[in-house]
């Protein structure tokens, strides 16, 4: 039985599993304020495209809408990566939608378990949220387009020492009760680079979109949805090929949502929270 202070982060450990580890940067932290943060302001000082800060415990976790993380040491694993959407500027526009199917799929390969999507970035375990997603673009100002664009993941893997805060105790879970699976979060951390690569690359994008459909944990639920200071209220019909959210009014109406928080109307503020870096 492998306990889970036993499972050491280590930028060896995850590039020893990695299909192309020259294409990464990793740095390792037992504990930063936020790998989003940093990564932003290393990538302003000319870090490289896959930069990759990877850390045990997160003092200032970010979250959607300014929203902190629960960011415990040793339980869970926050990591960032750095990319120059110049490459694929579809990425911009996709990024979180394709790190949830990535990091969905990996986590399914290597616990054989079958996660959900949350609209847009986050992971269900069992009807409880397991990870989020924040993907955050900085704009050159000089030509208008996105300059860079950090995609960061957190992840609850083992049961926190002190338990989750009690604000988010009922909706908040993690992936695994027993610590049997060796070096498991440098594991996922490798294991999520290299399923990424494979997903960015555009033949394999109507894949990553099948996936997501088959994986939406909002499907036919009603839910509202906040967009520019309007609320927004419909059943969950799917997700079009632009990985949006297409929603029906009680007037049979057809609404796209293509950005925004949608929270599951019959559960109140249930799924409303942002337990992500």
Not at 20 to 29: K, L, W
Not at 85 to 112: G, H, Q, R, W, Y
């Amino acid at each position: 039985m492998i306990h889970s202070c036993e499972d050491i982060l280590s930028a060896k450990e995850i590039k020893k599993h990695l299909l192309n580890p020259d294409n990464y940067e990793i740095e390792v932290f037992d504990s930063i304020d936020s790998t989003n943060k940093t990564l932003k302001a290393k990538a302003k000082n000319g870090a490289r495209p896959g930069t990759v800060l990877v850390a045990n415990n997160q003092t200032a976790g970010k979250g959607r809408l300014g929203r902190e993380f629960f960011s415990p040491a040793n339980t869970g694993v926050y990591f960032s990566l750095l990319i120059h959407p110049e490459v694929n500027f579809e990425l911009v526009k996709t990024s979180t939608a394709i790190a949830a199917v990535t990091l969905s799929k990996s986590l399914e390969k290597l616990l054989d378990i079958k996660t959900e999507i949350k609209w847009v970035n986050d992971i269900y375990l069992n009807g409880k949220k397991i990870a989020g997603i924040l993907s955050e673009g900085v704009l050159d100002s000089v030509n208008n387009n996105i300059k860079y664009l950090i995609i960061g993941i957190g992840i609850n893997v083992y049961q926190p020492n002190l338990n989750f805060p009690e604000e988010i105790q009922e909706r908040a879970d993690y992936l695994i009760k027993s610590y049997s699976i060796e070096n498991l979060r440098n594991k996922i951390v490798a294991s999520f680079l290299n399923n990424w690569e494979y997903y960015i690359e555009q033949k394999n994008v109507d894949e990553a979109l099948q996936i997501f459909r088959e994986r939406n944990f909002l499907q036919n639920k009603t839910v509202e949805v906040f967009v520019q200071g309007k609320l927004n209220k419909g059943q969950v019909l799917g997700i079009n090929d632009q990985f949006e959210l297409i929603l029906e009014n009680n007037k049979k109406e057809k609404m796209i949502i293509n950005h925004g928080e949608a929270t599951l109307h019959n559960k109140g503020n249930e799924n409303s929270f942002d337990q992500k870096k």
